[in-house]
């Protein structure tokens, strides 16, 4: 009899617990069914927004949408004036949430395949066939030499200038990756480019009067002109020297 009342009553202690257990997953799982049906509001991009487009003005592009709170990007921006004073770096897309890491401050943005002159340099652009640019293969990055021939009585060929920067190449071939994420220009087995290139140099007051004035009164010829490149040993070409300087 002692045994049976004993038995009875750890049955009763584990129907017990096995509620409490029970009762506790319920509350659990209905908790976490709330957290997931709530709801936060949203700034999302609602028409294309150009690259370069001031925060300011995005009012016009966005909606306030409500999305399950678990699906809120972190970052995101929860009002216009978070971003007051900066511009969109990237293209933005219908669809995606507004991210603060989407902008930064203009004079920190610089588009794709430029690079920005040094102090103190100015810009000249020359406009070239593939032949007189390294084959079309120069990037922005690169250094090049300048040379000029005139077609002067007797004319002439002279290296004028060394270890130019190139800050932006247009109707260049397309940038592809490289192995080490960095990008470089298409080039080996493809097509050479048929078109004319417009090429960016910067350079000083007096090197960009050498540069126009072979652009205006001769021909100008680029070569890549990496560091370490040997330039010594340039002279004025000319029919008298060209063979010496073959063969020296």
Sequence with gaps: MRRRILAAVAALVLLLVGAVVLLAYVRGADARALAGARTVEVLVVAEPVPAGTPGEELAEFLTLEPVPAKAAV????????????????????????????????????????????????????????????????????????????????????????????????????VAVPAEDGTQTASSGAGPAPTGSLMITLAVSAAQAEAVVFGMEHGTVWLSLEPAGADVSGTEVITPDTIYGKVFS
């Design 74 to 173: 972190p970052g995101r921006v929860t009002a216009l004036d978070e971003i007051a004073g900066q511009v969109a770096t990237v293209d933005l897309q219908p669809g995606e949430q507004l991210l603060a890491s989407r902008f930064a401050a203009p004079e920190d943005v610089t588009a794709p395949g430029i690079v920005e002159a040094p102090a103190g340099l100015q810009e000249v652009s020359v406009l070239l066939d593939p032949q007189r640019a390294v084959g079309g293969r120069l990037a922005a990055g690169d250094t090049v030499g300048v040379f000029v021939s005139l077609g002067t009585e007797p004319p002439a060929t002279h290296s004028v200038l060394h270890q130019v920067l190139v800050t932006q190449v247009q109707g260049a071939p």
